[in-house]
């Protein structure tokens, strides 16, 4: 019978490995193997001093906009995986992210985790629904899609890519995990202390604690500027991939 401790060791572990998607049962395939077949992002090579944030689950009607101010004052660009169940209520920030020149890409429509014995028309329905109104409001599409929680299996992917996306996850060591609300030093010093050229940085904009992510941004953003950092969209990051 396993100690107490060693047991909740044992249960943390497990719950870090599903919640990350790093593990899914259902799972054929390893990273490589994605990747080289352009099916999915994890993060992106190349020699430019490029890094991609993105912040999933909003708008949020409050924080949001703090988002966008920061990133306007820094001259920064980002990615935002939006929940299409949102979209109509929050129409005027969405559609100001496309004024701003950042990319809204596809994260669902009812926020719902697709491993779970999810019918397929469902995925399709969840993409389709949320790809239509970004459409709508935006005037514009994105090629990526990012499932909730990072989880994917072969379905998935392969549904994703028939409706014409790329799902798009984050580097490994650029997860904030700001949605545990974890503080600002942590998420400031996760995103500085691991900053690479052609990284992908998962944040979030509409979660409790989303005002840490603010606050954390406020020191973020400068510090990359001055380490010589360009802050560009997912899009913008997969052009200047090295070519193998």
Same mark, same amino acid.
């Given at each position: =019978? /396993?100690?107490?401790?060693?047991?909740?060791?044992?249960?943390?572990?497990?719950s870090?490995?599903i919640?990350t998607?790093f593990?899914?049962?259902?799972?054929?395939?390893d990273?490589k %193997?994605?990747e080289s077949r352009?099916?999915?992002v994890w993060?992106v090579p190349?020699?430019?001093k @490029?890094?991609a944030?993105?912040?999933?689950?909003?708008?949020?009607?409050?924080?949001?906009?703090?988002?966008?101010d920061?990133l306007?004052?820094?001259?920064?660009?980002a990615t935002f995986? $939006? $929940?299409g169940?949102?979209?109509?209520?929050?129409k005027?920030i969405i559609q100001?992210e +496309?004024?701003?020149?950042h990319?809204? +890409?596809?994260?669902?429509y009812?926020?719902i %985790? @697709?491993t779970?014995?999810?019918?397929k028309?469902?995925?399709?329905n969840?993409? =389709?629904?949320?790809?239509q109104k970004i459409?709508?409001?935006?005037g514009?599409?994105?090629?990526?899609?990012?499932?909730?929680g990072?989880l %994917?299996?072969?379905?998935v992917?392969?549904?994703?890519?028939?409706?014409? %996306?790329?799902v798009?996850?984050?580097?490994w060591?650029?997860?904030?995990?700001?949605w545990?609300?974890?503080?600002v030093?942590?998420? $400031?010093?996760?995103v @500085?202390n691991?900053a690479?050229?052609?990284?992908v $940085?998962? =944040?979030h904009?509409?979660?409790?604690?989303?005002?840490?992510?603010?606050r954390?941004?406020?020191?973020? /953003?400068?510090?990359?500027?001055?380490?010589g950092?360009? =802050?560009?969209?997912?899009?913008? /990051? +997969?052009e200047h991939?090295?070519?193998?």
């Amino acid at each position: =019978m /396993l100690r107490p401790s060693r047991k909740w060791i044992i249960l943390l572990c497990c719950s870090i490995v599903i919640t990350t998607g790093f593990y899914n049962p259902s799972r054929k395939h390893d990273r490589k %193997y994605y990747e080289s077949r352009g099916e999915i992002v994890w993060d992106v090579p190349t020699r430019e001093k @490029l890094i991609a944030l993105t912040f999933d689950d909003g708008p949020n009607a409050r924080t949001t906009p703090l988002i966008l101010d920061l990133l306007k004052q820094y001259d920064a660009k980002a990615t935002f995986f $939006v $929940v299409g169940n949102r979209i109509d209520r929050f129409k005027k920030i969405i559609q100001r992210e +496309a004024a701003e020149g950042h990319e809204v +890409a596809n994260h669902t429509y009812n926020h719902i %985790y @697709l491993t779970r014995k999810v019918q397929k028309d469902t995925i399709r329905n969840e993409l =389709m629904a949320t790809q239509q109104k970004i459409a709508a409001v935006t005037g514009q599409s994105s090629r990526w899609f990012r499932p909730p929680g990072g989880l %994917y299996n072969e379905t998935v992917v392969k549904i994703a890519k028939e409706k014409g %996306y790329t799902v798009a996850l984050w580097s490994w060591h650029q997860d904030t995990r700001d949605w545990s609300t974890p503080g600002v030093d942590k998420i $400031v010093s996760k995103v @500085l202390n691991n900053a690479h050229s052609g990284d992908v $940085v998962l =944040m979030h904009d509409n979660v409790r604690g989303s005002t840490q992510t603010v606050r954390a941004l406020e020191r973020i /953003l400068p510090e990359l500027q001055k380490r010589g950092f360009h =802050m560009v969209t997912l899009s913008e /990051l +997969a052009e200047h991939q090295i070519k193998k």
